[in-house]
Nanobody, 120 residues
């Protein structure tokens, strides 16, 4: 069982930055960030193997968002720069035991979510 706790969400103006954190109680194979806007499906944002050797991110955030991890703190981060209004969503951290993918069903554990609101 892996427990996840996100933090770092908030209100920011368009063009601004936020860093989300996800503290994990263990070290699963991979960690991912997903987001869900009102009335929309939960969508993949980025993922990282706990080894840190590879990362993967969705096209709309490439060049703006960076996923990373700190082994000493058992924490994964999502650095979000050049934020846009359409990035507004609840952001969820997730952990996968077996593989790093962009498929929501491959993730076994989920955090409670943190709200990110970007004002235009």
């Amino acid at each position: 069982q892996v427990q996840l706790a996100e933090s770092g969400g908030g209100l920011v103006q368009a063009g601004g930055s936020l860093r989300l954190s996800c503290a994990a109680s263990g070290r699963p194979y991979a960690m991912g960030w997903f987001r869900q806007a009102p009335g929309k499906e939960r969508e993949f944002v980025a993922a990282i193997r706990w080894s840190g050797l590879s990362t993967y991110s969705e096209d709309s955030v490439k060049g703006r968002f960076t996923i990373s991890r700190d082994n000493a703190k058992n924490t994964v981060y999502l650095q979000m720069n050049s934020l846009k209004h359409e990035d507004t969503a609840v952001y969820y951290c997730a952990a996968a035991r077996v593989r790093m993918t962009d498929f929501r069903g491959d993730y076994d554990y989920w955090g409670q979510g943190t709200q990110v609101t970007v004002s235009s």
